[in-house]
């Protein structure tokens, strides 16, 4: 489902009620709300090179970074978070966040994600990854992100 910028309040409330999935807008409306948009976080579970990594580097990279400020907040220290560091993406790791289920390290990825969207204030949260796509949204939704992308 997309939501194009300008709706109205209690248009996007009678879109939650009628239907349980995320609300979502594309990257083509991030794009055309650039005057409004100022702050984008992609926030991804893990920072080894492989699909979901390259979609977040191909994403990240080609925003225009005179309109957009990026940010990538991503768990472990992989090829990706290399590849962003050589692109000139600020990126932010993240303790804790693994694929291997640890309730100490869940605790510590989920206080460090509440953190980063605190500091960061972004104006578009864009999750990907099971793990990091549910603490994020939550998160999301619990802080008041204006735009959450799953």
Not at 73 to 78: P, Q
Not at 93 to 119: M, N
């Amino acid at each position: 489902m997309l939501i194009r910028p300008g709706r109205s309040k209690s248009y996007i409330s009678h879109l939650y009620k009628s239907s349980p999935t995320f609300v979502l807008i594309s990257i083509v409306d991030i794009l055309r709300c650039a005057a409004r948009c100022e702050k984008v976080l992609f926030l991804i579970t893990k920072s080894n090179w492989g699909g979901a990594q390259r979609y977040v580097f191909d994403l990240a990279t080609m925003l225009p970074q005179d309109k957009f400020d990026v940010v990538v907040a991503l768990g472990g220290d992989g090829a990706l978070h290399s590849k962003l560091t050589e692109c000139g993406i600020r990126t932010i790791q993240i303790p804790g966040l693994q694929r291997d289920i640890s309730l100490r390290a869940e605790l510590t990825a989920t206080c460090a994600i509440a953190q980063i969207i605190r500091k960061e204030r972004p104006d578009v949260l864009h999750v990907h990854s099971s793990k990091a796509g549910f603490i994020g949204t939550v998160l999301g939704r619990i802080l008041r992100v204006p735009r959450i992308v799953f």
